[in-house]
């Protein structure tokens, strides 16, 4: 992600309450063969382009990085695009999550569907 880009829109630091299971799902798309620069989310995750969270269907992609960028952008979607850019910035490093209560939480049946 862009640094100039986040610090540009302000620096948003308003995380949603499923900041960290969103990023833990970000390292698992990276973490995918074919996951590297975000896979199919390359333009939201490394171009930082909080507008545009839908997946890049013109590449077939392995299941498993799909499943994982459609779910991100399924828990994107209805996030303000200050809220996307503080979670790319909590995943980043450039911010540091605060306590939330866990009714708010992604459930760990979501994750794993």
Known sequence: ?????????G?????????????TL???LYAQPD?????PLHVFL??????????FREFEWEPQ???LAELIAAHMR????DQR?????????WLELPAHDDEHRLSPATLDD
Do not use: K, Y
């Open 46 to 55: 490394d171009d930082f382009n909080v507008d545009h969270i839908e997946p």
């Open 65 to 67: 990085t799909w499943r």
């Open 35 to 39: 996951g590297g620069s975000g896979g």
């Open 26 to 28: 970000i390292q698992q």
């Open 78 to 81: 209805p996030l303000s695009p």
């Open 85 to 93: 850019a503080a979670v790319l910035a909590l995943w980043e490093g």
């Open 11 to 23: 620096c948003p630091s308003e995380l949603p309450p499923t900041a960290a299971e969103l990023v």
């Open 1 to 9: 992600m862009c640094n100039a880009c986040w610090v540009d829109r």
